[in-house]
């Protein structure tokens, strides 16, 4: 084991998956010989040469489109795109190409190599155009697979798996912790399951789903709770598509309540799937309505950003309004 | 729209290649580094008062981008970006353009604004994203905009800029209104779909539309020739059947000229430009970077001997248009007003609550009156985790 921040766990998931498959790639904007804005890619480039590892010309549509074809021939190609944000104008060849290659094709060509990395959401005083969190726009697509890390060892085991894993995969990077979130990591090689959800602290009184960058936020406000004895469940749900309803349903079964908090606008986000899913499977089970507590329906701001997220405060009222209902 | 002139090709019968060398393109320059024309050499309309509002906006950029620098390594905002040694690109066209003509910048483009009357007290706000910000302190810094000086505000992803900047054009033809716009983009941001698209269409629809290249050389830490195989971007430009100039983007004079003369194309035939402008970085592509990690010392100093800013003061102090002495007043004049409206922007409050959800639409529909009303209920229960906010209920 070894200390690492997040980005170091990413740094070496791709480190590992490199040196044990020579199909494997990595590339986007700055990712060469500067290693990525972020520093992700830092070294790839030196250690595996430049065609495997490389910058790509400006153009998030260019680098998905390539991707996809390295993927069709038979590489595994990582392709990073700088910001979530920035990865609209490749919405074209994900959503109608990386997600159906397989399907229209009668299973005879397929994009199963694609692994997607990208940092995304808030909490960087990065405005709307550094701080969005689009997994639900992509949950909205057969085809793919959403994964989301919320801790260094989580990031490269998920990772691993994502670039091993016979179909396309985005895996979304919370930026804010990549500084911020230490841990030990393993440095060998070692694959964490996708599409299942990890139970991080079990309890009682009411369920509380996150991913991503939010665990760090529900975790505290499940502690927060705690002092007032409310025993909460605190899940990470790791994969967005498909993603691990079995868990969930136990869970809720058990508790009776959920709450389910994401940084995205809550319209439309994640939650609302999750929501209608466990009240199909739970209604009898439940004692208070399903509650989100997630991101305004606004763009991300700047100088209110403290205000528009769904923070500790927020996610402790609302477990503490379900357990009054 | 336009019909494609019937032209008769040679025909050949064995395979003939056409290469991108058939195709060359001289540069544009009038200015030397000594501050001396070029013999032959036309000027741009310019007489001394034009000169030094040219140069006056010229020392603002200094004097702002190094005190503005310096403000984000201690901390007080949050991120800045400098376009030093550029600023002969954008203040040089602006002062071709006039002022009706609109200006769709990507982001390291400030000088039309400064020319055009934005004052500092504009940018400080802007920059410390207070309540009197013209965006609301919505967007993070340098992303500034002003619908009264016809100067679009600045959106991060790259590129979108141009394929509106076509749309605009189109409507001011339409309208009749005799003026044109100018679209900045830098050589990295011409490798998005977007370029692309926009180039088509402008000459198809035959717009008055000035596409500025700023050829700086870098795209964050990835330099032009990883960018594109070809001659920069000019050769593009011919390649979607459009007029282009190539020019030294450090000779202010040679960029007011381009710019003069194609806005003359623009407005008066309807006919869009494409100028690539060659020049160079000399700071970090913002303050998240570092350059030492991607290109040389050596290579910063040899750009650093053809700056447009002194390059400029040359020329103005052999026709005697300046001094020494007005140089250094005007310096100090500029420090004391960054320094003075920078304390001033500090301490002014940032937007009320309800800016999180006005805009967003032209009224705010009941989802996001409801959710504002939940906020606010929730702040005053939690005052002190929200102090940009809670302040304003005290009085209540």
Redesign the interface.
């Known amino acids: 084991m070894t200390e690492m921040n997040l980005l170091q766990a990413i740094n070496s998931a791709l480190d590992i998956a490199m040196a044990s498959d020579e199909k494997v790639l990595c590339f986007g904007?700055?990712v060469?010989?500067?290693g990525g804005?972020f520093r992700a890619t830092s070294n790839l480039q030196k250690k595996y040469g430049k065609n495997r590892c490389f910058?790509t010309?400006?153009?998030?549509?260019?680098i998905i489109g390539f991707a996809n074809g390295l993927a069709a021939q038979g590489q595994s190609p990582v392709a990073e795109i700088q910001f979530a944000?920035?990865i609209?104008?490749a919405f074209d060849q994900i959503v109608n190409e990386t997600a159906k290659f397989r399907y229209r094709s009668g299973n005879q060509f397929n994009v199963a190599g694609l692994t997607i990395r990208t940092p995304y959401g808030g909490g960087i005083?990065?405005?709307?155009?550094?701080s969005q969190s689009p997994e639900a726009y992509f949950a909205h697509t057969p085809g793919l697979k959403i994964v989301v890390p919320r801790n260094p060892y989580q990031a490269k085991g998920l990772l691993l798996s994502s670039i091993r894993d016979q179909n396309p995969v985005i895996f979304f990077e919370p930026k804010r912790l990549y500084r911020a979130s230490i841990g030990d990591v393993p440095e060998t090689d070692y694959e964490l399951p996708l599409g299942e959800a990890e139970i991080v602290s079990v309890g009682s009184d009411i369920t509380v789903i996150a991913w991503g960058a939010q665990m760090e936020i529900v975790e505290k406000a499940g502690a927060m709770a705690g002092e007032e004895r409310i025993s909460c469940e605190i899940i990470d749900l790791r994969s967005i598509l498909p993603w691990d309803v079995q868990t969930v349903e136990n869970s809720v079964k058990k508790t009776g309540r959920l709450l389910i908090n994401h940084e995205a606008p809550?319209?439309g986000g994640f939650a609302g799937e999750i929501a209608a899913t466990i009240q199909e499977r739970c209604f009898l089970y439940l004692e208070s309505p399903i509650c989100r507590v997630a991101g305004?329906?606004?763009?991300y701001?700047?100088?209110?950003e403290?205000?528009?997220t769904p923070?500790v405060?927020?996610t402790f009222?609302a477990i503490k309004a379900a357990m009054n209902y | 729209m336009k019909k494609s002139s019937p032209k008769k090709d040679p025909v050949v019968h064995l395979p003939e290649f056409v290469t991108g060398s058939a195709l060359s393109f001289p540069i544009l320059k009038i200015l030397k580094e000594d501050g001396t024309l070029y013999k032959d050499a036309v000027l741009p309309l310019i007489d001394r008062e034009k000169a030094l509002k040219i140069y006056d906006t010229f020392l603002f950029l200094r004097i702002f981008d190094e005190r503005m620098l310096a403000a984000q390594r201690q901390g007080r905002i949050?991120?800045f970006m400098t376009s030093t040694g550029e600023e002969a690109t954008h203040v040089g066209s602006a002062a071709a353009l006039q002022d009706d003509d609109m200006v769709m910048a990507q982001y390291r483009e400030p000088g039309p604004l400064y020319f055009r009357g934005f004052t500092t007290a504009n940018f400080m706000n802007q920059l410390f994203?207070?309540e009197q910000d013209l965006g609301k302190?919505?967007?993070?810094p340098v992303?500034y905009g002003s619908k009264k000086l016809n100067y679009m505000t600045i959106?991060?992803?790259?590129a979108t800029q141009i394929p509106q900047s076509v749309g605009y054009a189109y409507a001011q033809k339409i309208e009749g209104s005799q003026s044109c716009t100018l679209c900045f983009f830098g050589e990295?941001?011409a490798?998005?779909?977007?370029f692309h698209a926009a180039m088509n269409m402008a000459t198809l629809f035959e717009v008055p539309l000035i596409f500025f290249c700023r050829n700086n050389h870098y795209?964050?830490?990835?330099p032009s020739e990883?960018?594109?195989a070809a001659d920069g971007i000019a050769p593009r430009g011919v390649g979607y059947g459009m007029k282009t100039i190539r020019i030294d983007g450090n000779d202010v004079l040679a960029v007011m000229k381009a710019t003069e003369e194609a806005r003359k194309l623009a407005v008066e035939k309807n006919e869009p430009i494409l100028i690539e402008a060659m020049t160079y970085r000399l700071g970090a592509h913002s303050t998240?970077?570092d350059p030492s990690?991607?290109r040389s010392r050596k290579e910063e100093n040899r750009w650093k001997k053809s700056d447009p800013v002194l390059r400029m003061k040359k020329w103005l102090l052999a026709q005697e248009w300046w001094s020494e002495k007005e140089d250094q007043e005007a310096m100090d004049t500029k420090r004391e007003e960054v320094r003075n409206e920078m304390q001033k922007a500090e301490k002014i409050p940032?937007?009320e609550?309800s800016?999180?959800?006005t805009d967003?639409y032209d009224k705010p529909p009941w989802?996001?009156q409801e959710?504002l009303a939940e906020?606010e209920q929730?702040?005053r229960?939690?005052p002190k985790?929200?102090p940009?906010?809670s302040w304003r209920f005290k009085n209540d």
């Open positions: 904007e700055d060469g010989g500067f804005v910058n010309p400006l153009t998030e549509q260019g944000d920035y609209f104008p005083s990065g405005g709307h155009y550094h809550k319209t305004l329906d606004t763009p701001p700047l100088a209110l403290k205000e528009y923070d405060f927020k009222e | 949050s991120f994203s207070n302190g919505r967007q993070m992303h959106s991060s992803p790259l990295g941001a490798s998005e779909g977007d795209a964050i830490s990835t990883q960018q594109f998240s970077d990690g991607y940032v937007s609550l800016s999180l959800v967003v989802h996001l959710q906020l929730h702040i229960r939690y985790e929200y940009k906010s």
